[in-house]
T-cell receptor, first 114, second 109 residues
Framework: EAGVVQSPRYKIIEKKQPVAFWCNPISGHNTLYWYRQNLGQGPELLIR????????DSQLPKDRFSAERLKGVDSTLKIQPAELGDSAVYLC????????????FGPGTRLTVL | EDQVTQSPEALRLQEGESSSLNCSYTVSGLRGLFWYRQDPGKGPEFLFTLYSAGEEKEKERLKATLTKKESFLHITAPKPEDSATYLCAVGDYGQNFVFGPGTRLSVLP
């Protein structure tokens, strides 16, 4: 069974530029999560989807971050414009149904903002 | 607000030297406590889920236990390949999910 796929694996951009990350969850997993992980810290939840509905986006900085999950499968996380403090690893995870289930993580996208 | 702390921040062991990692939590209503392992440059990898105080789970050299306020990850006779960051997380009945900062484990040959 294929795991969670993320792309790109690495991205380097200048501040104020836009950037987008893509995630393909495990087939059949209804719940999708985006996390941000700063160096030496645990992942912090940005947004959680149940199918195509964003059910928890309370930690998403909505002035510059946006996300979508069309057709309840793939998801894209966008930052526009990027700031120096956005440098981090962005992780996508999926689970069969809700936070009661084990989450399976992708390898992450390491973003560097110069 | 749910909170998770982990100690120690970093731990260095000799191969074969058993030890324990601690995860302390405060949560409005515990749905589950999760342990993950994270290798450098990779996403977290699931290890265990514990649901109620007194529960224990084992996998190879790892054993996780749970009380009402904390969880322990016991590592018996560790090997260098056990070196990683171990993350603890809690999920509550409000569908919140919070990770701790992790413990960086180094096992020296």
């Amino acid at each position: 069974e294929a795991g969670v796929v993320q792309s790109p694996r690495y991205k380097i951009i200048e501040k104020k530029q836009p950037v987008a990350f893509w995630c393909n969850p495990i087939s059949g997993h209804n719940t999708l999560y985006w996390y941000r992980q700063n160096l030496g810290q645990g992942p912090e939840l940005l947004i959680r989807y149940e199918n195509e509905e964003a059910v928890d986006d309370s930690q998403l900085p909505k002035d510059r971050f946006s996300a979508e999950r069309l057709k309840g499968v793939d998801s894209t996380l966008k930052i526009q414009p990027a700031e120096l403090g956005d440098s981090a690893v962005y992780l996508c995870a999926s689970s069969p149904s809700g936070v009661r289930d084990t989450q399976y993580f992708g390898p992450g996208t390491r973003l560097t903002v110069l | 607000e749910d909170q998770v702390t982990q100690s120690p921040e970093a731990l260095r062991l000799q191969e074969g030297e058993s030890s324990s990692l601690n995860c302390s939590y405060t949560v409005s209503g515990l749905r589950g406590l999760f342990w993950y392992r994270q290798d450098p440059g990779k996403g977290p990898e699931f290890l265990f889920t514990l649901y109620s105080a007194g529960e224990e789970k084992e996998k190879e050299r790892l054993k996780a236990t749970l009380t009402k306020k904390e969880s322990f990850l016991h590592i018996t006779a560790p090997k260098p390949e056990d070196s990683a960051t171990y993350l603890c997380a809690v999920g509550d009945y409000g569908q919140n999910f919070v990770f701790g900062p992790g413990t960086r484990l180094s096992v020296l040959p």
